[in-house]
């Protein structure tokens, strides 16, 4: 499943790692490009679920349009080839008003998706899940244990914590006999279909790590407490995918299980961190992706105009 090659070569597309600036930069270059703004974000989709997310403001979605945010409850499940499908739609939609599809985020599942297509898995087993689940809770570790020995190349991408990637590739080589890793190897696109308006921006890391940890802060300034209080108050209750959400798992653990708000804190800190991380080595591993650099005195609409004047 994949957009139109012709539809793509002519879409733009901005990523980076969280609190790298990534919002700001691209309503500017939407402003450059007479754009509109998709968004690459897994959570971004849920409604209610705005500051966790860093979801963009409705300032922000004032200076342009933006699109792929808000689509489904909190309680309801969202695959990648739906996604897919919808963005679709939504790029046909922008073209049709002589607009430039401008994709921007950071989760690079949805960005390689995109680019190279998506591969279409077998369909959920909640027996399987439910037991892996309890599996995990009584031995810590022993889902990634085992998915070490059937598909060592997504266990060395997957955090032992990330335990719903990690049931989905367990139930893929279940129920297909073939690790999902090598399911997912969706090749670039031909040169001549291939997109050539990729950028990710590349951060300096301490820069990134204090963006990251004065987030935080702000998040629980903002709300996110209260945020995750009244998430866990919606009937129906948010499903699986939404509660496992960073950001939101940790002040679940803190509302539910007694964890100190400090710690809770720092916790979320650096798990943030480690995420920012692991973004990076997405978009550094993706051919198609063009770095630009960040120093991080930059302004936005600096950024804006060093991506759009970048070959």
């Not at 959920?124 to 689940?133: D, T």
Request: with cysteine; net charge negative; hydrophobic share 35%.
């Amino acid at each position: 499943m994949s957009i139109s090659p012709e539809l793509l070569c002519q879409c733009w597309f901005l990523a980076g790692p969280t609190a790298c600036g990534k919002s700001a930069t691209a309503i500017e270059l939407a402003h450059l490009l007479n754009a509109e703004i998709l968004s690459l974000d897994s959570m971004a989709i849920y409604r209610e679920m705005n500051i966790g997310t860093a979801k963009p403001t409705a300032d922000e979605q004032s200076q342009a349009p933006h699109h792929l945010i808000d689509l489904i409850e909190p309680s309801e499940e969202f695959s990648l080839a739906e996604y897919i499908d919808q963005a679709e739609i939504v790029v046909q939609e922008i073209f049709s008003r002589n607009k430039v599809p401008l994709f921007v985020g950071g989760t690079g599942l949805y960005l390689r998706s995109v680019l190279r297509g998506v591969f279409e898995g077998p369909p959920a087993n909640w027996e399987f899940r439910n037991l892996a689940e309890q599996q995990e809770k009584e031995t810590p570790g022993y889902l990634h244990e085992q998915l070490s020995k059937c598909d060592p190349v997504s266990a060395k991408k997957l955090h032992p914590r990330d335990q719903r990637r990690i049931i989905r590739a367990l139930e893929v080589y279940r129920q297909t006999g073939k690790p999902l890793s090598e399911q997912q190897l969706q090749p670039e696109l031909p040169a001549e279909y291939r997109p050539q308006k990729v950028f990710w921006l590349h951060p300096n890391r301490e820069w990134l790590y204090d963006r990251v940890n004065r987030r935080v802060d702000l998040m629980i300034e903002q709300g996110l407490i209260e945020e995750v209080t009244q998430l866990l108050q919606r009937n129906p209750p948010p499903g699986r995918t939404a509660v496992q959400g960073l950001g939101y798992k940790e002040i679940i653990a803190h509302l539910q299980e007694d964890v100190p708000l400090e710690k809770t804190l720092e916790l979320l800190k650096m798990r943030t961190r480690q995420f920012a991380k692991r973004q990076h080595t997405w978009f550094r591993n993706m051919s198609e992706c063009k770095e630009i650099i960040v120093e991080g005195n930059e302004t936005a609409k600096e950024l804006a105009r060093k991506i759009a004047e970048t070959d």
